[in-house]
């Protein structure tokens, strides 16, 4: 879930740095490596309070730039831990890069900014993350998760427009052929450029951010079946159930899109694009903004979050077209003028008040 885009880059085949050494130690444990990989996360500096605070006293515009070393480290850990093979290193984004994000996150509504100030600890870019963008939260000395830092890759986003980025997203969990096409429209052509690109990318992930420490979702680090049954979560709760005997997340729409389960973003698809029209079509009888949001608790309330700010507080365009033969066979808007997401929406608005 902390994942988006893990397929977009071909694996780098450059000098690798060298590998922290908890990575080559915990390696030598063979079955055994990944505990011994996901402690030393849990007692890396990276994961503490203590390590963001001089970047929380920063404003939230100055709290971005190539990711520290320690959080290099940490990413090295991460990847090895959940069998990504890529190796990260601090990005040297150029100016205009940097110019931007720094204008992507000046493009930001000033409630989303508020909403960011306390628990955000920046956006780290590297290149070769194994994904576009990433986030985690960090702990107080108590081990209570108190905010999150984003990661991106700086080399993945320097590629994108943003309706071209959409684009290639929406299309993932389909296999191409038989006439059918799928088109996603973010942007209007005035706006069709990087930096809004990277300030949707942003919006996701931020999304994630926000929803740490405010019981909108079970923990992500929890497995479904630890999630206690008394727990309650307001904006999860509208879509999601836990299936405590096969230890997964079931969404309430479950026995009329069926498709659901086998939707699948940025690694290999399950559904053919046929099946675009159907899904699509029982996609619109849920509380679900876009099809990711189905995929999971943590997506549906970040997915969520980027299309509720993108389109109604920033009055940006959002639309699927799926087309046949060239010939326009469904079109799909986000949700959040209609009743089935104005449950979601109030929560939206108290959180961003
Ligand atoms: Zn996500």
């Known amino acids: 879930m902390r994942r988006l885009a893990a397929a977009a880059l071909a694996a780098w085949a450059g000098c690798a740095p060298a590998q922290p050494a908890a990575v ?87 409630a989303v900014r508020r909403a960011f100030d306390a628990t955000f600890a920046g956006v780290w870019l590297v290149d070769d993350l194994g994904g576009t963008g990433y986030t985690d939260t960090y702990v107080d000395a108590k081990n209570r998760p108190v905010g999150g830092f984003i990661v991106l890759d700086a080399a993945v986003l320097g590629k994108f427009t943003a309706n071209a980025w959409a684009t290639w997203k929406e299309n993932t969990p389909f296999k191409p052929g038989g006439g059918w096409t799928l088109e996603a429209r973010i942007e209007d052509s005035a706006g069709d450029n990087r930096r809004s690109a990277i300030r949707y990318i942003l919006l996701h992930e931020l999304g994630h951010v926000l929803a740490i420490n405010r019981d909108v979702h079970p923990r992500w680090d929890l497995q479904p079946s630890e999630v206690p ?40 698809p399950k559904h053919f694009s046929r099946d675009m029209v159907p899904i699509y079509d029982a996609l619109k009888a849920t509380n679900f903004p876009a099809l990711y949001a189905a995929t999971s608790p943590g997506d549906d309330f970040a997915e969520s979050f980027v ?39 109030r929560i939206l608005e108290d959180l961003l008040r």
């Open 24 to 110: 080559a130690e915990c390696a030598k444990l063979g079955k055994e490596g990944r505990e011994c990989l996901l402690r030393a996360m849990r007692a890396h500096p990276a994961k503490s309070a203590a390590f963001w605070e001089a970047v929380q006293s920063r404003p939230i515009d100055e709290r971005l730039g190539p990711a520290p070393a320690e959080l290099v480290d940490y990413l090295h850990l991460d990847n090895a831990a959940n069998g990504f093979p890529e190796k990260p290193r601090a990005s040297r984004p150029s100016a205009e890069f940097m110019a931007d994000m720094r204008g992507a996150i000046a493009d930001l509504p000033s």
């Open 229 to 268: 049954e008394s727990a309650r979560f307001p904006f999860y709760d509208l879509s999601w159930t836990v299936n405590r005997r096969e230890n997964r997340y079931a969404s309430k729409y479950d026995d009329a899109f069926r498709e659901r389960r086998w939707v699948v973003y940025y690694r290999a």
């Open 307 to 345: 299309t509720y700010v993108h389109t109604v507080l920033m009055k940006r365009p959002w639309e699927i077209t799926i087309r046949k033969d060239g010939k326009v066979a469904k079109t799909y808007r986000t949700c959040w003028d209609e009743p089935r997401c104005a449950a979601k929406r």
